[in-house]
């Protein structure tokens, strides 16, 4: 039979592609004549999306618990180093008050010589 152009004949309908899945289904959309590729891989994602979303909800617990790990870890670092920041201030404060003695020392009697070595300890 040689196509015709589609007329309002009465004739067997053209086949439309669905918008969605691309198969060949009927004008209004009641009859699937065609599964296209698409639909097919829109069935298999269907099938994967389970599997996914499972994995996905896996990785997300596990990504929540590294984030609390490093948020631990990171109060831990700032608690060092706030706690180092306190010995660097009381080891400059004692340096200073050795300073101070020492100079006080120099005034009085000159250089003493090995009595500086603690500026050098930090
Ligand atoms: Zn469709």
Not at 41 to 66: C, D, I, R, V, W
Not at 95 to 122: F, H, I, Q
């Amino acid at each position: 039979m040689p196509r015709k152009k589609t007329t309002a004949e009465g004739q067997a309908k053209p086949l439309i592609a669905c918008p969605v899945c691309r198969s060949k289904i009927a004008p209004d959309g009641a009859a699937l004549f065609e599964k296209s590729a698409h639909m097919e891989y829109l069935e298999n994602t269907n099938e994967l999306l389970p599997k996914l979303e499972k994995k996905f909800k896996e990785l997300s617990a596990q990504l929540g618990a590294k984030d609390k790990e490093i948020e631990v870890k990171d109060a831990e670092l700032k608690k060092c180093t706030g706690e180092i920041d306190r010995l660097r201030l009381v080891v400059r404060e004692a340096n200073e008050r050795e300073e101070k003695k020492n100079v006080g020392k120099k005034e009085a009697r000159g250089n003493a010589g090995s009595a500086g070595a603690s500026e050098d300890e930090w």
